[in-house]
């Protein structure tokens, strides 16, 4: 198993791409999720993707065959305190160790389902999920790779922390993640949910990017 990519909401403004594109980050595609009432842009790095989600079809992401992905709540997270990030893993084992349901989203191909760990039903939890996807974004065809974020200086992430409120005890799904992926919990503090991902720099070291605040150090 490994970690597919991690989405975070953000505004539908577009007041999130400028930070990234200013630390030297490089957009590689954008979609939309018809049916889901959500759009992207990501941000692909040799081994997994950084996906930057908002809301753009209020009616559909908050209709009944979305609503358990709680993907409406989560993308108001600055109200509600939900959580505002996903977690994606692909490899061998779907159902991950922990139970999942399927789901269906109007854009996938008929009779496919994604499966969702059921402890993301409380969306005090990241949204965990297995993607469709198998290989990290260096495997993928050049025309949909292009040239990952190696043009910035970046490689691989080596390292994801997801910072959890104090009060808001990480799921056995979480924890399952954390045993057996390159994710680590932070739930020492009592703090916001917050991420920081470590990403190899090509010419030797490490920096770090901290979300939601678009911050590198």
Not at 44 to 68: H, K, M, Q, T
Not at 148 to 154: A, T, V
Not at 162 to 173: D, G, I, R, T, Y
Not at 177 to 186: G, I, K, N, Y
Request: aromatic share 10%; charged share 20%.
């Amino acid at each position: 198993m490994e970690i597919d990519h991690v989405f975070l909401f953000v505004p539908p403004d577009g007041s999130a791409v400028s930070p990234l594109a200013h630390l030297g980050f490089v957009e590689t595609y954008r979609r939309t999720h018809p049916g889901q009432g959500t759009a992207n842009m990501c941000y692909c790095f040799d081994n997994l993707y950084l996906e930057l989600l908002w809301v753009d079809d209020r009616d559909a992401v908050g209709s009944a065959p979305i609503a358990r992905t709680h993907l409406l709540e989560r993308s108001l997270w600055r109200d509600n305190g939900a959580c505002p990030f996903g977690l994606a893993w692909h490899g061998d084992n779907p159902a991950f160790g922990e139970p999942t349901w399927p789901y269906r989203p109007p854009y996938l191909p008929a009779g496919t389902s994604i499966p969702v760990a059921t402890d993301s039903d409380d969306p005090r939890q990241p949204m965990m999920f297995c993607s469709p996807g198998t290989v990290g974004p260096a495997e993928w065809p050049a025309e949909r790779r292009g040239t990952l974020q190696r043009s910035g200086g970046f490689g691989a992430v080596t390292g994801l922390q997801l910072h959890m409120p104090a009060n808001v005890p990480a799921s056995p799904a979480l924890h399952w993640l954390a045993d057996h992926t390159l994710l680590d919990l932070d739930t020492s503090v009592n703090r916001d949910y917050a991420m920081t991902i470590a990403i190899e720099k090509t010419e030797g070291g490490v920096s770090t990017l901290h979300l939601p605040s678009m911050e590198l150090r």
